[in-house]
């Protein structure tokens, strides 16, 4: 029942509708948002079947088999485990009623098609996603540099030709300091919230 009545409130049909914030509530995939720890909805785009709900940690995919069943698969997908690429816009033609935006996650490629009017909308989330694709991708590059740097460095001093047991220290001195740096390190270059992207871009 309570499905009818937000359909008929946010005049959703099997085109995508982007809602309006102050409409999150009434949306299945705000259900699963995980508000507790923070996380917050920055962009929702809803047919009659489906929902696509981007939030600051995660996109939420609410999907449904048809628009006229009731049955829902609910999948996840953290921006820190499933990178953005492909990112793509492509507008309407004269006859046609819908935009699409299409980018891959992961190993998943996700195609929405959006009512021609959100077309402003969507070019901010095109953006957004576009600058988290790039971010992650920078910060994936620098990791293994710093990586390789730390590998170099360890393998250099296998072949050095000091003394054994000074060889010893100096290997277990240069692995705990590898170790330590990648731990400091991960949260920098393995980013879970991306809240100040959403937020520079998504002019709800």
Request: glycine fraction near 4%; aromatic fraction near 12%; charge should be negative.
């Amino acid at each position: 029942m309570f499905g009818k009545v937000a359909s008929d409130v946010l005049g959703i049909s099997d085109v995508g509708k982007v809602i309006k914030p102050q409409d999150y509530d009434k949306v299945d995939s705000d259900d699963y948002v995980m508000h507790e720890d923070d996380e917050k909805i920055y962009f929702l785009i809803k047919s009659k079947s489906d929902e696509y709900c981007f939030t600051n940690k995660a996109l939420i995919h609410v999907d449904g088999t048809s628009a006229a069943s009731k049955k829902r698969t609910l999948r996840r997908f953290d921006y820190r485990h499933n990178k953005f690429s492909n990112v793509e816009l492509e507008t309407a033609g004269t006859m046609d009623r819908d935009v699409e935006i299409k980018f891959k996650m992961g190993e998943v490629i996700h195609s929405i098609d959006v009512h021609k009017q959100h077309l402003e909308e969507l070019k901010d989330l095109y953006k957004a996603l576009l600058k988290i694709a790039e971010i992650t991708r920078d910060n994936e590059t620098y990791f293994n540099y710093a990586r390789q740097s730390l590998d170099y460095a360890s393998s250099t001093l296998s072949n050095s030709r000091s003394e054994e047991s000074k060889l010893s220290d100096e290997f277990k001195q240069i692995n705990e300091t590898a170790f330590a740096w990648l731990v400091d390190n991960k949260d920098k270059y393995s980013i879970k919230d991306f809240g100040s992207i959403f937020e520079r871009y998504i002019n709800n």
